[in-house]
Antibody, heavy 119, light 109 residues
């Protein structure tokens, strides 16, 4: 059974860089896209971006200038960095898997981490 | 403001059939598959419907999805109290990114 476990700092100050990592257990990184999705408190889901095992990425145009997603296949992990955070970046951040071969997308999710940006 | 439009709320009584709509455009729903997710309070979303109308194993056949043109719908029949949750639609957009609906909060009266 595939499991995604994520971690990272939960409290940041404005202008700092958000950094989260998601580890994949029980499955391979290969053949899938790995994504980050966020959800501000009381609001809907927003896709941040995705990466595959080769390092090919796609980003949400609204966040592209501040987002970097990377992958470490040796550790079966992928990471998110979001620079110059503001209070508007306060949200629960989730990692998730996409399967382009079957089209079964966002089938596995991490547990989520609440990141709060506050001075 | 979400790219895909959903009603903010829906409700029904136990046993009833309810539908949740999701409206997009030719660049997302009109050209690509629609996905539906259920999110219970305080938990991560879970996949409910993929590729417009396919159910992952373990999802009851009370849940069904459909798509027509630039709109899609999620139907829940035989409504149960445990169906009370937030529901989100999603689709890939031709601009090379995933778009989500704003979510619909379903209340079982």
């Amino acid at each position: 059974q595939v499991q995604l476990q994520q971690w990272g700092a939960g409290l940041l100050k404005p202008s700092e860089t958000l950094s989260l990592t998601c580890a994949v257990y029980g499955g391979s990184l290969s053949g899938y896209y790995w994504s980050w999705v966020r959800q501000p408190p009381g609001k809907g889901l927003e896709w941040i971006g995705e990466i595959n095992d080769s390092g090919s990425t796609n980003y949400n145009p609204s966040l592209k200038s501040r987002v970097t997603i990377s992958v470490d296949t040796s550790k079966s992990q992928f990471s998110l960095k979001l620079s110059s955070v503001t209070a508007a970046d306060t949200a629960a951040y989730y990692c998730a898997r996409l399967d382009p071969a079957t089209g079964i997308n966002f089938d596995y999710w991490g547990q989520g981490i609440l990141v709060t940006v506050s001075s | 403001q979400s790219v895909l439009s959903q009603p903010p709320s829906a409700s029904g009584t136990p046993g009833q059939r309810v539908t949740i709509s999701c409206s997009g455009s030719s660049s997302n729903i009109g050209s690509h598959y629609v996905y539906w997710y259920q999110q219970l309070p305080g938990t991560a979303p879970t996949l409910l419907i993929y590729k417009n109308n396919q159910r992952p194993s373990g999802v009851p056949d009370r849940f069904s999805g459909s798509k027509s043109g630039t709109s899609a719908s999620l139907a829940i029949s035989g409504l149960r109290s445990e169906d009370e949750a937030d529901y989100y639609c999603a689709a890939w957009d031709d601009s090379q990114y995933w778009v989500f609906g704003g979510g619909t909060q379903l209340t079982v009266l």
